[in-house]
T-cell receptor, first 112, second 114 residues
Framework: GDSVTQMEGPVTLSEEAFLTINCTYTATGYPSLFWYVQYPGEGLQLLLK?????DKGSNKGFEATYRKETTSFHLEKGSVQVSDSAVYFC???????????FGPGTRLSVLP | NAGVTQTPKFRVLKTGQSMTLLCAQDMNHEYMYWYRQDPGMGLRLIHY???????AKGEVPDGYNVSRLKKQNFLLGLESAAPSQTSVYFCASSYLAPPSDTQYFGPGTRLTVL
């Protein structure tokens, strides 16, 4: 079945450092890809998405590019802030809302 | 506009007890989902609904039942709770199926089964 693999955490960075969180997937067909963020004590929020190969999703300084040849959707941010401390989930879905698969999550801690 | 709300926020059960988790959304969304979140495993889909009166099984449906009698509510039931059902449960909703629309998540219910 479909699956999503993320880099093991936790990731600890200093403020203004560059962030990369790796995500790779296996899927049949052509899934859509997502990054969700979960702040402490809250539910998940959509951060960005890409629906086809070579699409780039971006939001709040975060970016990720749908790479079909490497089956990857790595999350990047050029300069992290303390407020970015959260758990980040990579996810994929088919296009019918019937198969939504999440990765295990990567905890990010940003120190001042 | 409250978005997606979940009741209760916390619950402790003994093995064999039953309970119902309530999810409510005020956004007129067609699609609703129940997930469980376990350490190191991300979220896994339990059941979902594509409209009032409809339900379908997700990845891990065993031990759970659901009902969608009203469009705005999606109930998750545990008939005989087991320690393996200790988890954080999230409800989500969307107007259209992903990726055409965003899933909006509730704040979660932390359930402990002793």
């Amino acid at each position: 079945g479909d699956s999503v693999t993320q880099m093991e955490g936790p990731v600890t960075l200093s403020e203004e450092a560059f962030l990369t969180i790796n995500c790779t997937y296996t899927a049949t067909g052509y899934p859509s890809l997502f990054w969700y963020v979960q702040y402490p004590g809250e539910g998940l929020q959509l951060l960005l998405k890409a629906t086809k190969a070579d699409d780039k999703g971006s939001n709040k300084g975060f970016e990720a590019t749908y790479r079909k040849e490497t089956t990857s959707f790595h999350l990047e941010k050029g300069s992290v802030q303390v407020s970015d401390s959260a758990v980040y989930f990579c996810a994929l879905s088919d296009n019918y809302g019937q198969n939504f698969v999440f990765g295990p999550g990567t905890r990010l801690s940003v120190l001042p | 506009n409250a978005g997606v709300t979940q009741t209760p926020k916390f619950r402790v059960l003994k093995t064999g007890q039953s309970m119902t988790l309530l999810c409510a959304q005020d956004m007129n969304h067609e699609y609703m989902y129940w997930y469980r979140q376990d350490p190191g495993m991300g979220l896994r889909l339990i059941h979902y609904s594509v409209g009032e009166g409809t339900t379908a099984k997700g990845e891990v449906p065993d031990g759970y039942n659901v009902s969608r009698l009203k469009k705005q509510n999606f109930l998750l039931g545990l008939e005989s709770a087991a320690p393996s059902q200790t988890s954080v449960y999230f409800c989500a909703s969307s107007y259209l199926a992903p990726p055409s629309d965003t899933q909006y998540f509730g704040p979660g219910t932390r359930l402990t089964v002793l």
